[in-house]
C-alpha cells in the first residue's frame, strides 16, 4: 500500500508537492510503455494531438483544436510505428481514448488499491478522475514546459482540490528534462485562468516574472510518483538529451464539496463523465 506517513504529509502541505520513489515496478512501468506502443501502432495520431504542449500563452491558443492545453504529436500511419513514437510528444486520453477510463491496463494502474490507498492518506473522500495523458518528452525535440499551475488549467472552487499524480516511466533526470517547482508557491493563489467561452478559449490574468532561483529540481528513477499540488507552480525544460522521459499522468480532484468551473476547457460529457478513483 502507499499510504503516506505524516511527515510525508506535512511535506506535501508545505511544499505542494512531494516524491515518492518506486511507487510503480519496473514491470508495470513497461507494462505501459508496450501498452501504449501497441495502442499508437492501431490509431491514427488524431489532428488535436498535433499542437505543441507549450504553456506560452500565444502558441497555447493558437495550437486549441478542441483537446484543451498541452497536447501535441505528430502525423504517421501504424506501419512506420518507430517513427511515428519518435516523434509523438504527448497523448491527450479523453473522450473515446480516455485509457484511465477504457483502457484495462491503463485502468488497473490508476484505480490500483495503491492509488487509492495514496488517495486516501491525503483525506481525498470523494476522488473523481478528471483526466490523464501519457507524455513521451522525445529526445533531443521535447518541448519546454513554461512555469504554470495546473490549476490555470483545471480550476475549482474551493482551490486546492485539484492533484496531480505523475509518474516516470523512465529515468527523469537534469540531463533529459525533470520536472522543476517552487516549493510552498501553492499557497499564492492562482495567478491566470485558461477558460472556454463562446467564441474560444482565452486567459484571464498572466503569469508574473518568476526568479529561477526559486526552482528546484526534483529528479526521480523509474517507478517514482510525484505529487502536485494544483496550485504549485512547475516546470521542466526543453529536452535536448538523447534519452526520452516518459511519464503518465492524472489529474484527481476532490469532488466532494467543490464546484468545478463551467469555464474550464473540458468539462465531462455523458460520454465520459469524471469517474470515481475509488472503486
Not at 12 to 41: H, I, K, M, Y
Not at 93 to 117: E, N
Not at 162 to 176: K, P, Q, R
Request: charged share 20%.
Amino acid at each position: 500500500m502507499a499510504c503516506l506517513s505524516p511527515s510525508q504529509l506535512q511535506k506535501f502541505q508545505d511544499d505542494g508537492f512531494l516524491v515518492l520513489e518506486g511507487f510503480l515496478s519496473p514491470e508495470e512501468c513497461v507494462a505501459l510503455q508496450q501498452r501504449t506502443a501497441t495502442l499508437v501502432a492501431e490509431m491514427d495520431v488524431p489532428e488535436h494531438c498535433r499542437t505543441v504542449f507549450t504553456t506560452h500563452k500565444e502558441e497555447q491558443l493558437r495550437a486549441q483544436v478542441g483537446a484543451g492545453p498541452g497536447t501535441r504529436g505528430a502525423a504517421g500511419r501504424p506501419q512506420r510505428l518507430r517513427p511515428l513514437l519518435m516523434r509523438i510528444v504527448s497523448i491527450p486520453l479523453k473522450g473515446d481514448k480516455a485509457l484511465h477510463a477504457h483502457d484495462p491496463v491503463f485502468k488497473s494502474v490508476t484505480h490500483s488499491p495503491k492509488m487509492q490507498a495514496l488517495a486516501r492518506s491525503l483525506g481525498l473522500r470523494k476522488p473523481v478522475v478528471v483526466q490523464s495523458m501519457y507524455i513521451f518528452k522525445q529526445p533531443r525535440i521535447g518541448g519546454e514546459v513554461t512555469p504554470h499551475q495546473d490549476a490555470t488549467f483545471l480550476y475549482t472552487e474551493p482551490l486546492g482540490r485539484v492533484v496531480g499524480i505523475w509518474i516516470a516511466l523512465e529515468d527523469a533526470t537534469l540531463e533529459n528534462s525533470c520536472l522543476w517547482f517552487i516549493p510552498g508557491s501553492h499557497t499564492g493563489g492562482v495567478a491566470r485562468r485558461f477558460i472556454r467561452g463562446p467564441d474560444g478559449t482565452s486567459y484571464l490574468g498572466s503569469e508574473p516574472d518568476r526568479d529561477d532561483s526559486l526552482f528546484v529540481p526534483a529528479p526521480v528513477s523509474r517507478g517514482a510518483l510525484v505529487l502536485i499540488h494544483g496550485g504549485v507552480v512547475h516546470k521542466s525544460a526543453q529536452n535536448l538529451s538523447d534519452r526520452s522521459r516518459q511519464a503518465y499522468t492524472v489529474h484527481l480532484m476532490e469532488a466532494e464539496g467543490t464546484v468545478w468551473s463551467p469555464q474550464n476547457w473540458l468539462q465531462p460529457t455523458e460520454e465520459l463523465p469524471f469517474p470515481p478513483l475509488y472503486t
